[in-house]
């Protein structure tokens, strides 16, 4: 999934959603809902940021959710912040799953 969301796949990762999924807009706040929600957001945010993710470690927690430690690189497509490193830093992704997709994600600081 990371290499997709990485490589602009959008619709590999998409089908790895539930048509519900709760997303977080980490460059806007709150979440988006829905594969078209997340759809939108992306489209939005892949105009001006080229954000890279890449997983360092993966693993369950007692809650039965997926947690990835994740190294994130952002940098800027547009104006003044165009090439420039914005966010460079480990963050977690904690993953709900439902039937095999996922059905949310949250972004935490990493530990």
Partial sequence: MYRD?????????LERMTEDVAWPNGWEGGYVYG????RDYWTRQWAVLDPQVEPVRIEPDEQGRWVVEVHQVVRGLAGEQAGQVIVDTMVRHVYRMRDGLIAGM???PSS
């Fill in 5 to 13: 969301f990485n490589a602009r796949r959008m619709e590999a990762v």
């Fill in 35 to 38: 594969r078209e929600g997340v």
């Fill in 106 to 108: 949250e972004i935490e």
